[in-house]
């Protein structure tokens, strides 16, 4: 391992953000109001992303910024103005997919790194040269690609431009993000920002001369998503990432919550931190390479697997719906004397065994006691979600720490 690789993760909002900082993220990406490829996550106005700025400073990580939707010429004018916005107030790096946005955003914003997006699908040395030329500091690469290609195309350049890939998440049925299906279906263009993730639906087929009899294509109840990917999961492959010769590996997800942010982050850290430290050791430690992996199986997720890291991804059948083998019960808001404030999101009770989620790991907490913090009652059970409660915790949690606990049937 030439350099330690660093780890990024998606912010759509300022609490995902600072989970991410607590959790050991390297770096953060996130997107103004305008712009970027996910415009229904939460996102930053000006003073939001100053401030997303000066935590990330604080906490020795950088500040990544999408400016990554396909522009027409209307657009360019504005998103040099955004770009020159971002610099002024520290953000470390744009990410920008248009060739044309690559090249005038280098040249007119000196001082502000340009990292080509994996929307721009680049797949060779070659590519990453001319992107090199234009002014890029670091080229995202296409998902398409597999490990041995990102071996090969890291060693042929050898240093000359960054690489960095995605190592965790959702993944796109479209080449490199490139899809007309949401423009198409609803009108809002997945390559402006406004996807409407129609390949997550469920299909039937309909034979022309028979409309009125749709035929299931899988022997599903619910149809099939036959359009819709599985999630990536390179953990169980991080010794080779770490030996690639990419220098940061990217989580997907600007539209998930904190406990996600936190859960996966946290994981990744974990396992990088500790092959780092000991290829050999890291290697040897099944049960931590087990428990890190199982981590991941806790929060929502589809069917995992390796993207085309290692041949042909699958696509269909399995990927319908997702799973998780834990819940959201609670975000500490604030820790004081033993006791732990709680924002709680899912109800549990007096007596539950739950989880902590911390950036050191989990351990269980047994709730002893609930009391509602507006009134000082003490309850067995809170059924509204985001009410304020106060918990015993004894040093098990700290200020950002999260609560899950096991998923229970609402019927």
């Not at 609670?330 to 902590?356: C, H, I, P, Q, W």
Request: aromatic content about 6%; some cysteine.
């Amino acid at each position: 391992m030439k350099n330690m690789p660093t780890l990024l993760a998606p912010a759509g909002s300022m609490r995902p953000l600072m989970t991410a900082l607590r959790f050991g993220a390297d770096a953060v990406y996130c997107g103004a109001k305008q712009y970027g490829l996910r415009a229904q996550a939460g996102n930053f106005d000006e003073a939001q992303l100053a401030q997303a700025v000066q935590l990330a400073h604080a906490a020795g990580a950088k500040v990544n910024l999408t400016l990554n939707i396909f522009a027409f010429d209307g657009d360019l004018p504005g998103m040099v103005r955004a770009a020159k916005q971002a610099r002024e107030i520290g953000v470390d790096a744009a990410i920008v997919s248009d060739l044309g946005a690559i090249a005038r955003i280098a040249r007119e914003v000196p001082g502000l790194d340009v990292h080509v997006s994996t929307q721009a699908n680049a797949t060779n040395s070659e590519t990453a040269r001319v992107y090199r030329a234009l002014g890029a500091k670091r080229v995202v690469l296409a998902r398409e690609m597999t490990m041995e290609q990102i071996e090969t195309m890291a060693q042929a350049l050898d240093g000359e431009i960054e690489l960095e890939s995605f190592i965790h998440g959702a993944v796109c049925m479209s080449y490199s993000g490139r899809c007309m299906l949401s423009s198409f279906l609803t009108g809002r263009s997945a390559n402006r920002g406004a996807c409407s993730q129609p390949c997550r639906w469920t299909y039937t087929l309909i034979e022309r001369a028979r409309p009125d009899e749709p035929m299931p294509i899988e022997e599903d109840e619910r149809g099939t998503a036959i359009l819709s990917s599985r999630d990536m999961c390179m953990m169980e492959h991080l010794p080779r990432l770490m030996e690639s010769g990419v220098c940061c590996f990217k989580i997907e997800g600007r539209m998930k919550n904190e406990l996600y942010i936190g859960t996966v982050v946290g994981a990744y850290r974990r396992a990088m931190d500790a092959y780092a430290a000991s290829p050999v050791a890291y290697q040897a430690d099944e049960a931590l390479r087990r428990q890190l992996r199982a981590e991941l199986d806790k929060i929502s997720h589809r069917v995992y697997d390796t993207g085309f890291y290692f041949g042909q991804p699958q696509v269909c059948g399995e990927a319908v719906g997702t799973q998780q083998a834990a819940e959201y019960m609670g975000y500490v808001v604030d820790v004081s004397g033993g006791e732990a404030l709680v924002e709680m999101k899912n109800r549990f009770f007096v007596g539950d065994r739950l989880e902590t989620v911390t950036p050191g790991g989990s351990e269980p907490l047994v709730i002893e006691d609930i009391v509602l913090d507006a009134t000082g009652e003490h309850v067995g059970v809170v059924n509204v979600p985001n009410t304020l409660v106060r918990i015993p915790c004894g040093e098990k949690l700290g200020k950002g720490d999260m609560l899950r606990g096991p998923v229970r049937n609402r019927a």
